[in-house]
């Protein structure tokens, strides 16, 4: 057999598992992952090499109808990658998934070979995957069909070996040992963000934005020292992200920091600060300096 290499696209709405799957798929975690919804918010590439293939998944932003410029942007990068792959994966929640949603999205995705991947089927009765197969299945002809649970790494092989079968012969696009195409800086800000994403309650999260403003490995410390930067939309805002006596911020840096340390393999020291940029979400030139541009 020749060799294989190509990209494929994990698309959906948001909170399907899209995320969580890309880590599971790669073993190791690159990608923000929290149980509310547009956690994920650019384009992250993760790289599975082996004797085979090389296949380059691209996780992408939930597609929503978005209610500001960065949700315009978010959708916009989901939809430009499910237009450049050699196979999309479109993702659906096996225990709260819209026919009508799901097929306005699945009416502009064109590709070489489409999936329909049913996550989270450890939390339904197979019994209900039945009539939801046949109903997704009157919208579109699907290449393939197949259920999963990227949290607990089931049906990850037959798709793995699905996706090879479909992807072009090539050579690698990347050394073997490439995991992901996102800076140690990026990913340590996702991390950060995601421990708010988590510990915040409600929209607070959603209007934050984490930038490193530093990010060096000290010989003489023996440690990774990060400092950071966390923008939100308020002060009150602010106000709630530092929490009473310093303790929320505290806790974002402890969770943030664990898998800084796991990810980096060493000893993290991370410090954060918290500033106010009012709508930044809607501003063209703050989107850009905290990288969501084009």
Not at 121 to 147: H, W
């Amino acid at each position: 057999m020749s060799y294989k290499s190509g990209f494929v696209s994990i698309v959906g709405r948001p909170n399907v598992g899209k995320s969580t799957l890309l880590n599971s798929l790669l073993g190791e975690k690159i990608a923000a992952v929290s149980p509310k919804p547009q956690t994920t918010r650019t384009k992250i590439m993760g790289v599975v090499t082996d004797d085979e293939a090389q296949v380059v998944f691209l996780d992408t932003p939930g597609i929503h109808k978005p209610k500001n410029k960065l949700g315009k942007l978010m959708v916009r990068s989901a939809e430009q990658s499910a237009g450049e792959a050699d196979v999309v994966l479109y993702m659906l929640d096996a225990s709260d998934y819209s026919l009508e949603k799901d097929g306005e999205i699945l009416e502009g995705i064109s590709a070489p070979a489409v999936f329909l991947l049913i996550n989270k089927t450890d939390k339904v009765e197979k019994p209900d995957l039945l009539p939801l197969i046949e109903a997704f299945s009157r919208l579109r002809a699907f290449d393939e069909i197949i259920p999963v649970s990227a949290m607990k790494k089931e049906g990850l092989g037959e798709l793995m070996n699905a996706v090879k079968k479909r992807l072009p012969s090539g050579p690698q696009f990347f050394p073997e040992d490439t995991l992901t195409d996102q800076p140690e800086k990026q990913i340590a800000a996702e991390f950060i963000r995601e421990k708010m994403m988590r510990n915040l309650s409600e929209e607070i999260p959603y209007g934050t934005a984490v930038v490193i403003e530093k990010m060096k490995y000290d010989d003489a410390k023996d440690m990774t020292v990060i400092a950071a930067t966390i923008y939100c939309e308020r002060e009150g805002h602010k106000a709630i992200v530092i929490g009473k006596g310093g303790t929320m911020l505290k806790k974002i840096g402890t969770d943030a920091r664990r898998d800084i340390a796991r990810f980096t393999g060493t000893k993290v020291f991370l410090e954060l600060w918290v500033k106010v940029r009012e709508n930044w979400r809607n501003s063209d030139a703050q989107l850009k300096n905290f990288g969501y541009s084009e």
